[in-house]
């Protein structure tokens, strides 16, 4: 997968090749979720959620089934996940989740152009983060209604 695949949503730590951080070594992740420790892993998580996905219930095989993805909720353990940094996930909702992570990322452009507009620089310190997006999505129905 290049760079220009990948799906905002996604942070990947480092570009090509593993990198140390703070003394822990960070794997490359393509070559990580090629490896024998990632699969060993992975199926390690997928066994203690007893084959199912985690968000609605559906079996890895059998009647539904569709395979099962372990998502990362975030990258900041890549390569040491315990399974607080993983959901394991039909495909279905899997895409799902990714679309949300999407959706919320271009919320939070068009907010901060949205209050940089309006109150300048500092908007959310100024005038507050909560009553800019109130502000944020009421021109947004008002602007679906034009
Ligand atoms: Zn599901
Ligand atoms: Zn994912």
Redesign the pocket.
């Known amino acids: 997968m290049n760079e220009a695949h990948r799906k905002p949503g996604y942070r990947v730590p480092g570009g090509s090749g593993s990198r140390v951080v703070d003394g822990h070594i960070v794997p490359d992740y393509d070559d990580y979720m090629k490896s024998p420790l990632w699969k060993l892993r992975r199926t390690r998580f997928i066994d203690s959620v007893d084959h199912r996905?985690e968000?609605?219930?559906?079996p890895e095989e059998g009647p539904g089934g569709m395979g099962l993805d372990v998502h990362h909720e975030h990258y900041d353990t890549l390569g040491d996940e315990s399974q607080d940094d993983v959901t394991i996930?039909?495909r279905?909702?899997h895409v799902d989740i990714h679309e949300e992570i999407g959706a919320d990322r271009i919320f939070e452009a068009g907010l901060d152009t949205f209050g940089r507009k309006k109150y300048g620089n500092r908007w959310a310190y100024q005038v507050g983060y909560r009553r800019v997006s109130d502000e944020f999505n009421e021109w947004l129905d008002w602007k679906a209604d034009q």
Do not use: P
């Open positions: 996905c968000s609605c219930g559906r996930l039909c279905e909702c």
